[in-house]
Nanobody, 122 residues
Framework: VQLVESGGGSVQVGGSLRLSCAISGWTYQSYCMAWFRQVPGSERERVAT???????AYADAVQGRFTISKDNAQNVLYLQMNSLKPEDTAMYYC??????????????????WGQGTQVTVS
């Protein structure tokens, strides 16, 4: 299984970015995926989760500004980020959990990770 993120970059305060995570080698039909972010020296933060059959969840800090979605036909996970703030600056990672995990908000479930893409808001 391989996850490859793209779409990061530098953006002004109030701007938007869309992150993508290309998924390969994963044949399960129903499973959890998530976006996490991490700033050096801080703990990793779960930003948004989605189960491939629909339900989503967001951290309070991004609720109403970020949208997680997945194109099941193309096998790509997205994170649309609007109204970006300086505190959104971080390395963003996509992650996947094996199908036996039914709770998408349990961080320990995520065992497959991408390499990360940097987002800088200034």
């Amino acid at each position: 299984v391989q996850l490859v993120e793209s779409g990061g970059g530098s953006v002004q305060v109030g701007g938007s970015l869309r992150l993508s995570c290309a998924i390969s080698g994963w044949t399960y039909q129903s499973y959890c995926m998530a976006w996490f972010r991490q700033v050096p020296g801080s703990e990793r933060e779960r930003v948004a989760t989605i189960r491939t059959d629909g339900p989503t969840a967001y951290a309070d800090a991004v609720q109403g500004r970020f949208t997680i979605s997945k194109d099941n036909a193309q096998n790509v996970l997205y994170l649309q980020m609007n109204s970006l703030k300086p505190e959104d600056t971080a390395m963003y990672y996509c992650a996947a959990a094996p199908p036996e995990w039914t709770s998408c908000t349990l961080d320990a479930a995520y065992t497959t990770w991408g390499q990360g893409t940097q987002v800088t808001v200034s």
